[in-house]
C-alpha cells in the first residue's frame, strides 16, 4: 500500500487530505495543551514549550507520510533525485521552524512574524507542483510485444525450415520438371505377340478368316 505508484490525480488527492489532516492535527495540538486563547495570551517562551513540542512532533510525522507520497509519485514519473530530496528536506526544515514560530511569535506585534518562513513556503510548493506535474515514465513496448513472441514454438519450426529449403534449392526445383519429362516422354509399353494373342483379320467376302 505504501510502496505502490502513484498517478497525478491520487498524488494530488492524497496531498489535499493529507493538508486538511496537518490542519486539524495543529488546532488538535493547541486545544489539547494550551488552548487559543492561553496561546493568545501568552508570552514567547518556556510556557508555549509543549503546545510548540506537539507540533514539532506531529509535523514530522506528516513530513514522513508526504516524503512517502512524493517518493512514489517521483517513482512513478522517473523524476528528479533532487527534487524529491529537496522536497523532502525542505518540509523537515519547515515543520522545525513552524514549531520554533510558535514558540517565539508575538501576537501583540506582527513585526515578530518572520518572512523567511512564508518564502520556504513557496519553495516547497513550487517543488510539489514539479512533482505533480512531473511526466509519467513511457511504457516498455518490448513487454508490450513479448506475447506475440513464437520462439518457444520449438515443433513447428523445423516444419517450416525443411518446407523452405525444399522450395528454396536448386537441386529440389530442378528435380521436379526432370520427372514430368521423364514420364511425357516414357514409351507405351505395347500388347505383346503371340498364339494367345492373335487376332482375325478381315478377309473378303466367302473367305475363311485365318488365324
Do not use: H
Not at 25 to 34: E, P, R
Amino acid at each position: 500500500m505504501f510502496t505502490s505508484n502513484i498517478g497525478r490525480l491520487r498524488f494530488f488527492s492524497y496531498s489535499a487530505a493529507l493538508l486538511v489532516a496537518e490542519i486539524v492535527a495543529m488546532v488538535l495540538c493547541i486545544a489539547g495543551t494550551i488552548g487559543f486563547e492561553g496561546l493568545i495570551n501568552s508570552k514567547p517562551g518556556p510556557g508555549r514549550e509543549g503546545v510548540a513540542g506537539a507540533i514539532l512532533v506531529v509535523s514530522l510525522l506528516l513530513v514522513l507520510v508526504r516524503g512517502n507520497f512524493a517518493w512514489r509519485r517521483s517513482r512513478d514519473a522517473q523524476g528528479s533525485k533532487w527534487i524529491l530530496w529537496g522536497y523532502i528536506v525542505f518540509s523537515a526544515i519547515y515543520a522545525v521552524l513552524q514549531a520554533g514560530t510558535v514558540l517565539v511569535i508575538d501576537f501583540d506585534n506582527p513585526d515578530t512574524i518572520s518572512g523567511g518562513l512564508n518564502l520556504l513556503g513557496f519553495g516547497i510548493f513550487g517543488l510539489w507542483i514539479s512533482i505533480l506535474v512531473a511526466k509519467p515514465a513511457g511504457v516498455d513496448l518490448r513487454e508490450l510485444t513479448s506475447v506475440f513472441d513464437f520462439d518457444d514454438l520449438g515443433p513447428a519450426a523445423p516444419l517450416s525450415g525443411m518446407k523452405s529449403n525444399l522450395y528454396s534449392s536448386p537441386a529440389a526445383g530442378a528435380v521436379a520438371p526432370a520427372s514430368a519429362t521423364a514420364a511425357r516422354i516414357a514409351p507405351t509399353p505395347s500388347r505383346p505377340t503371340g498364339p494367345g494373342n492373335a487376332r482375325l483379320r478381315p478377309g473378303g467376302f466367302g473367305k475363311r478368316d485365318l488365324a
